[in-house]
């Protein structure tokens, strides 16, 4: 397999630092963007995932792919399974390989003998279209060159063997993300050409396919008869990456993991992309002209802009229709969205437009494009807070400033003391949201978690809370161990590792 460009890995990083598609990036002076964007982990708080996490993350969901872990046992164990990410077809990424170095290899200097005896393995046993091998820090460490490994397995082998070199100490799990892109960008993509290319093929970037989402927007473009070339790398296959540098325009959905790899093939192939959301019925409708847009600049029919709108009209007024139904439950109830991104502003507006009330929105990771759509959609800017420290979180919970709170998995626990009802709505979450029907999913779930009839029952007090002499004996020093334990649900006071997550 041919490498086009291979860059020091020092090189490569300073490269991601240096996106000038990035907006953050493009408002720091040259001394600042040099160091890049990892902040030190906050004392008491998870770290987050490493750089190889972050690019096993992003390239794991290309489903045809056997993707092979070049470290101790350990690394395998990394985070891409809690999300959850689906396949229509294959189910090799599934399956865990990894060389499983032990002190032996590594003194020994066997490990790189065991990487190309890996490949073999695999290759005999599964015959997948590629192998993705992934650097990490022991084998980082140590100078295996996987670089040179993979090139003479895939001459021996016959089929593409690809290096991910973005070993866990070089930096933050977003950096991973990024390098993910910068391997496919130099090892996969335009690697093969389609017989099929066609005027309506467009791609699909930073789109994981989490719980199946991407198969309820799908059957829409079909319905325009446009093609997803690749959805990079939501349920993806391997040529239909490695030929994605065909497509005509590209929506990039989650541009802080793969903005690098949107700019670049518009560089490389005039691919143009715009930035979008699926989270929402206007912010679907407004992604779907785009492309349409974007696809007639590329020489597409002008039509296909009336079939565009028409569809839009249609599909929106069936999804308002199915709202209707929630909308006298749910209005005036108050909404906390503690997520970010795109979702910030898209899920603001289809909420407020089923009467929902939002008393706050964090404006996390979002751009200023976003930040100004909400405040023209949500009027009072207050409402809008970049982080919200766990514990004025709780406080606000405790004190029914909200009926629920959507946010991911990290802040559920603060929502369940505060006896709140909470929605995960970011990547560990176990309902599709994307598309017209996604929206009517998420309204569904929240109607379901704010009326469920749990929370009733936990806000009455507890039966030792009415009865003075379970209470004295429950604050008495003397109390029985096990009984002592109970008493901190009544003042449900917070410990500093109660956030230890957050
Ligand atoms: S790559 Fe390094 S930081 Fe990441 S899981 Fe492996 S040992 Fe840990």
């Known amino acids: 397999m041919e490498v086009k460009e291979v860059y020091s890995l020092a090189a490569k990083i300073q490269d991601a630092f240096d996106e000038p598609a990035c907006e953050i990036n493009r408002r720091k002076d040259a001394s600042t963007r040099k160091k890049g964007c990892s902040k030190p982990p906050t004392p008491g708080a998870a770290a987050g995932g490493c750089a190889f996490d972050g690019a096993k993350v992003v390239l794991q969901p290309i489903t045809d792919v056997a993707h092979l872990v070049h470290a101790p046992l350990a690394c395998e164990g990394n985070s891409w399974d809690n999300r959850g990410t689906a396949s229509s077809g294959p189910m090799l990424w599934r399956t865990s390989f990894t060389t499983d170095l032990t002190e032996l290899d590594i003194m020994m200097g066997q490990s790189e003998r065991r990487l190309f005896h890996a490949i073999r393995q695999i290759k005999e046993a599964y015959a997948p279209p590629a192998i993705f091998v992934y650097a990490t820090c022991v084998t ?47 090892h996969v993509i335009g690697t093969v050409e389609p017989d099929d290319a066609g005027p309506y093929d467009i791609n699909i970037l930073g789109e994981f396919n989490l719980s199946g989402e991407f ?119 108050r909404v906390l969205i503690n997520s970010g991104g795109v979702k910030s502003w898209s899920l603001v507006h289809a909420l407020m437009e089923i009467g929902m009330e ?71 979450r176990h309902h599709p ?30 039966p030792w809370e009415d009865d003075p002499a379970v209470a004295e004996q429950l604050s008495s020093p003397h109390t029985h161990s096990a009984t002592a334990s109970v008493a901190p649900l009544k003042t449900s006071r917070l410990d500093a590792g109660d956030f230890a997550e957050c």
């Open 140 to 186: 980082a460490l140590i100078g295996d060159d996987i670089l040179a490994v993979c090139k003479r397995a895939a001459e021996k082998f016959g089929l593409p063997v690809v290096p991910i070199n973005a070993p866990g100490f070089v930096g933050s799990k977003n950096l991973g993300n990024k390098l993910a892109g910068e391997a496919l960008l130099d």
């Open 215 to 333: 198969w309820l927007v799908k059957p829409l473009l079909d319905r325009l008869g446009i093609r997803v070339r690749a959805c990079i790398p939501g349920d993806a296959r391997y040529r239909d990456v490695a030929s994605s540098h065909r497509a005509r325009a590209a929506m990039l959905v989650c541009s802080t993991a793969l903005i690098n790899l949107a700019r670049k093939m518009e560089e490389r192939w005039q691919i143009p992309f715009f930035e979008g959301s699926f989270y929402g019925i206007t912010a679907t409708s407004e992604a779907l002209r785009r492309i349409a847009e974007l696809l007639v600049k590329k020489g597409a029919d002008t039509e296909i802009l009336d079939r565009t709108d028409k569809l839009i009209a249609e599909e929106e007024a069936i999804a308002w229709k199915r709202l209707e139904s929630y909308r006298p439950r749910l209005k005036g109830k």
């Open 358 to 428: 939002v008393v706050g929105t964090s404006v996390k990771k979002s751009t200023v494009e976003d930040k100004e759509r909400i405040k023209q959609v949500l009027k009072e800017e207050h409402h809008m807070f970049e982080s919200i420290a766990p514990r004025e979180l709780y406080a606000m919970l405790s004190e029914q400033k909200a009926d629920i709170m959507l946010s991911g998995g990290r802040t559920q626990f603060i929502a369940l003391k505060a006896k709140t009802p909470w929605l995960d709505i970011n990547q560990e």
């Open 433 to 462: 949201y994307a598309g017209y029907d996604g929206m009517v999913e998420l309204v569904r779930q929240i109607d379901l978690a704010i009326h469920n009839p749990v929370w009733s029952d936990v806000r009455e007090p507890a």
